[in-house]
């Protein structure tokens, strides 16, 4: 796993799927916030991992609720297509918290990358979850020698120690998300 940009003729096409995930996401119609308005930083996430599945396999550990569930969460909601669900239920019992409800998806090329909008966890939830426009993650699958490269990008996020707390716990989620995606691609 590494936190290295793309290099080589992809760092602009990774740039521009960023540049075009993020107005994806701020054209999405959401309900205003009721928490002040912050400033988004400069700060993104980002986690790579190597897989050794084809693009189409990779895209499908996003896509497919089945593959969702063996190494992202308890019980997936996916509608692979502009607008349709992205939604994610770690207690599928407690619908609406620790879930990704009501996030839709922004912008996909299937095998090339998918862009959603993100809800955090319980404790982010009252001020994280009612931001217009919410965080947003960016997904894109670059073809490798015996596999595929897959990038996450997940930009969004506001400036105050408390944004900070969530997008510090948040990128540990995605390390560890990403080691389980990279033990249980390599066992099929």
């Known amino acids: 796993m590494t936190h290295d940009i793309i290099h080589s003729g992809q760092s ?3 740039y521009l799927l960023l540049v075009v995930g993020a107005v994806a996401a701020s054209s999405q119609n959401v309900t205003p ?4 308005v912050l400033p988004v930083t400069d700060k993104v996430i980002h986690v790579s991992a190597f897989v050794p599945v084809s693009p189409a396999r990779a895209w499908a550990y996003f896509t497919d609720n089945a593959l969702l569930q063996s190494w992202l969460t308890a019980s997936a909601d996916v509608e692979p297509k502009v607008g349709g669900k992205y939604e994610l239920f770690w207690q599928p019992d407690d619908r609406e918290n620790n879930s990704t409800i009501g996030c839709r998806v922004t912008a996909l090329a299937p095998e090339e990358f998918i862009a959603f ?6 404790q982010f ?8 426009p919410l965080t947003h993650v960016v997904v894109t699958f670059i073809p490798e020698s015996n596999g595929t490269r897959v990038h996450l990008i997940h930009s969004g996020w506001r400036s105050s120690p408390e944004w900070e707390e969530a997008r510090i716990w ?15 691609a390599s066992k099929r």
């Open 170 to 184: 948040q990128e540990r989620a995605w390390i560890g998300a990403f080691k389980e995606l990279e033990r249980v």
């Open 125 to 132: 939830k009252p001020f994280a979850n009612t931001a217009d």
């Open 12 to 14: 602009l096409r990774f």
């Open 33 to 36: 916030s009721r928490n002040p």
């Open 117 to 122: 909008q993100w809800r955090s966890p319980k």
